[in-house]
């Protein structure tokens, strides 16, 4: 259990994670990689030594038009995600998808305050 205590400040992060779908209707997951991880439907956020201190869960995803690394369009799986009681002053802060797809990128509790996203980027 991650629970805080009640005296201890936290913030809730928020954000997406983004996935290339075969489909521009329904969300069938290009990269069969990572639907396990998926699958699992947890979010998880890790202190600034790595260790789990919050968790989440993906919503049901939507399908937009997004662009890959090389400008291409193709559709996007968007699962939106919202984790509360994050510690803090424990950052940087990382968060992973089904304990596999991990942020590169850390963040602080400032940048939390805009959703954070993680895989290719949307368009719409």
């Known amino acids: 259990d991650f629970s805080s205590p009640p005296d201890e400040a936290t913030f809730v992060v928020t954000g997406?994670?983004?996935?290339?779908?075969s489909s521009?209707?329904?969300?069938?997951?290009?990269?069969?990689?990572w639907q396990d991880a998926i699958d699992d439907g947890q979010v998880t956020v890790h202190d600034g030594a790595g260790d789990a201190i919050a968790l989440g869960q993906l919503a049901a995803p939507t399908v937009?038009?997004?662009v890959n690394s090389e400008g291409d369009e193709l559709p996007v799986?968007?699962?939106?995600?919202?984790v509360e009681d994050v510690p803090?002053?424990?950052?940087?802060?990382?968060?992973?998808v089904g304990g596999e797809l991990e942020s590169v990128q850390r963040f602080t509790e400032d940048d939390?305050?805009?959703?954070?996203?993680?895989?290719?980027?949307?368009?719409g």
């Open 16 to 21: 997406q994670f983004l996935a290339p779908s």
């Open 24 to 33: 521009e209707t329904e969300c069938e997951l290009l990269w069969g990689a």
């Open 64 to 66: 937009v038009d997004g």
């Open 77 to 82: 799986c968007v699962y939106e995600y919202r």
């Open 88 to 96: 803090s002053g424990v950052g940087p802060y990382t968060f992973a």
């Open 112 to 123: 939390a305050k805009s959703p954070l996203s993680i895989g290719v980027d949307r368009t």
